[in-house]
């Protein structure tokens, strides 16, 4: 297979996998393509890659960045932007969607407090859901920052 068909398959099939998650295709398609190359990656060339127009890509760049997934960098000798996926990109994405579980853990601990002395009957299987949803989210963050702070660890032994 050659790198032009190596390239293209793993574009896409990343694309596929964004889409998977519930992300838009473009968005993983432009990660897979910045994943891919080696330099930085310029608008035009991304739309050019990804035979898309450069108002969708554009906005999708702006969230990945908001996101801490990829950083606009400069290329000497040319005012165009540049684009490249961020030193560790798999952790910040890893990082990002356990901070929805913090968010969850946030919920459940609010509506366990609202209803720590309410002595409805019709309550009670709400009650136990959410005394089941602190104590998943707990032991999830928990594993979740072991995980985090292991790979940190483990990234600054290489």
């Not at 509506?111 to 720590?116: D, E, Q, T």
């Not at 019709?122 to 995980?147: C, G, S």
Request: hydrophobic share 35%; proline share 3%; charged share 35%.
């Amino acid at each position: 297979m050659n790198t032009e068909k190596i390239k293209h398959e793993f574009v896409n099939r990343f694309g596929d996998a964004y889409k998977d998650f519930g992300l838009p295709l473009l968005m993983g398609r432009i990660v897979g393509l910045l994943l891919y190359c080696d330099e930085p990656v310029s608008l035009d060339t991304m739309t050019d890659e990804l035979q898309v127009s450069k108002g969708p890509v554009s906005q999708i760049l702006r969230r990945l960045r908001d996101h801490d997934l990829v950083k606009r960098v400069w290329v000497g000798g040319d005012r165009k932007d540049y684009y490249q996926v961020v030193d560790h990109i798999f952790l910040q994405a890893f990082i990002n969607q356990a901070s929805l579980l913090k968010k969850n853990l946030t919920l459940a601990k609010e509506y366990k407090r609202k209803l720590k002395h309410k002595d409805d009957p019709k309550l009670n299987k709400f009650k136990t859901r959410i005394d089941e949803m602190v104590h998943f989210n707990t032991q999830m963050q928990e594993y979740l920052d072991t995980f985090i702070k292991k790979w940190r660890d483990e990234q600054t032994e290489l």
